[in-house]
């Protein structure tokens, strides 16, 4: 299931000084480092937590079917892609595609993997408890997958469960008005939502050999609206109540321009929220002014500016 993140870059190349035409032998090599985590070699990994200012992108995705026409990975492989693409610009470490997800509406689909409820979250907590036992102090989670967003925000408040030293954040992009009025000149369809028009896009611009369009129509995509007489209530069916084929939308509108101006965006807000968090310190220490108060609560005082 779509969220909006995407995902595609290359890992960065290293160039050996004797490679290079003997005029340029006199400047001074800068190394660069692979921004993705299982590239690095040990030793460049801890240049790599200095260089990034202790930074790391979890890019969350999940598996589970796209319509009839995508991967199964469609929302890990978008997802790593637009983090690649920002670290590309912003240096920071990419952590392979994360997989380990909220997906239980799919359970009926072939080829979803759909973990417990207790190890999602526990999962994700170790992740960042040794990313942070190896020097990263601000972990970014990038979500392409709209079953996470409701489990993500419940991880990120459940941060103040017990004191920390590391920091985590959350990517909650959100385009101006200029950037929706240029989509929407590219957009064709009015309903979307899991493997329609946007992700179809979105692969066709970075993996157009894993799309299968002339699929697209194979099956429907429509909201089938079976909960329609429920009023003002929530639950966990809703998704399959909706959308049996688990696919809302119609991918056979997708195409490669939409795709690349979604990359475009997506990815150059996210190089915005890397450096204002590389930037930031406040988070950190009112983390820690909370979990000291937290600790004595009868001496916390009054907040006054």
């Known amino acids: 299931m779509k969220r909006t993140c995407l995902a595609l870059a290359g890992a960065l190349v290293l160039l050996s000084a004797a490679a290079r035409p003997v005029q340029q ?24 937590v200095a260089r990034s ?31 690649l693409r920002a670290a590309a610009k912003e240096y920071t470490i990419v952590f392979p595609p994360y997989f380990v997800g909220q997906i239980f509406e799919a359970k009926n689909q072939p080829g979803t993997i759909a973990y417990g409820s207790r190890m999602l ?9 040794e990313l ?19 489990l993500l925000r419940y991880f990120c408040q459940s941060q103040l469960e017990s004191r920390r030293d590391y920091a ?28 329609g028009e946007e992700e179809t896009s979105v692969m066709l611009a ?6 299968h369009l002339d699929r697209a129509g194979a099956e429907s995509g429509e909201d089938v609206k079976r909960l329609a007489g429920l009023k ?23 195409n490669k321009e939409f795709g690349q101006a979604l990359f475009e965006a997506e990815s150059g807000l996210l190089v915005e929220m890397i450096r204002s968090v590389k930037k930031d310190t406040v988070t950190l220490e009112l983390q820690k002014r909370f979990f000291d108060d937290a600790a004595k609560p009868l001496e916390t005082k009054p907040f006054k500016r």
């Open 168 to 195: 985590v954040y959350l990517f909650d992009p959100a385009f101006d008005a200029a950037t929706e009025a240029r989509l929407a000149k590219l957009r064709k369809t009015a309903v979307d939502g899991h493997a």
């Open 132 to 150: 942070a036992r190896n020097g990263i102090r601000k972990i970014i989670l990038v979500n392409g997958h709209g079953g996470n967003d409701s």
């Open 53 to 83: 200012g202790a930074t790391c992108i979890i890019p969350l995705g999940i598996l589970e079917k796209h319509g009839p026409h995508l991967p199964l990975g469609t929302d890990l492989i978008d997802c790593r892609e637009v983090s």
């Open 121 to 129: 979250l526990d999962v994700l907590q170790q992740t960042c408890d």
């Open 25 to 48: 032998a006199a400047k001074p090599a800068v190394p660069d480092f692979p921004v993705r985590y299982e590239e690095l070699t040990s030793p460049d990994f801890v240049q790599a």
């Open 206 to 211: 970075h993996h157009p050999d894993l799309v």
């Open 232 to 254: 003002y209530a929530y639950t966990g069916i809703w998704w399959y109540a909706g959308q049996p084929n688990h696919y809302r939308g119609d991918g056979s509108a997708g």
